[in-house]
């Protein structure tokens, strides 16, 4: 098993940056890639941003010029920046860690980015 705890969401004005990290803890070793997502009502959960163990990254086309992210640890921690936030970023924001074993997935509780105008 794999716990996942997001922190660092909050609200912010337009223009303006956050970082997100994402902390995991249990098996972590068993984790080969983690990714952020972010999800508004009605709409489907969507990949922001993923990282694998190796360091490769992938962005979604929306807003890879304007986030980045990164590990530590092994991917233990996992931080977002988000850059010259739009209020369309409003959203909950998701660590998702994705197992070597068996397509098991594990997701955090969350957190809240509010982008003011």
């Known amino acids: 098993q794999v716990q996942l705890v997001e922190s660092g969401g909050g609200l912010v004005q337009a223009g303006g940056s956050l970082r997100l990290s994402c902390a995991a803890s249990?098996?972590?070793?068993?984790?080969?890639?983690v990714g952020w997502y972010r999800q508004v009502p009605g709409k489907q959960r969507e990949l922001v941003a993923r990282?694998?163990?190796?360091?490769?990254?992938n962005y979604a086309e929306s807003v890879k010029d304007r986030c980045a992210i990164s590990m530590d640890n092994d991917l233990n921690t996992v931080s977002l920046t988000l850059l010259s936030l739009k209020p369309e970023a409003t959203a909950v924001y998701y660590c998702n860690a994705e197992s070597q074993y068996n397509g098991l997935e594990y997701w955090g509780q969350g957190t809240q980015v509010t982008v003011s105008s």
């Open positions: 990282i694998s163990k190796l360091g490769r990254t």
């Open positions: 249990g098996s972590t070793a068993s984790i080969k890639a």
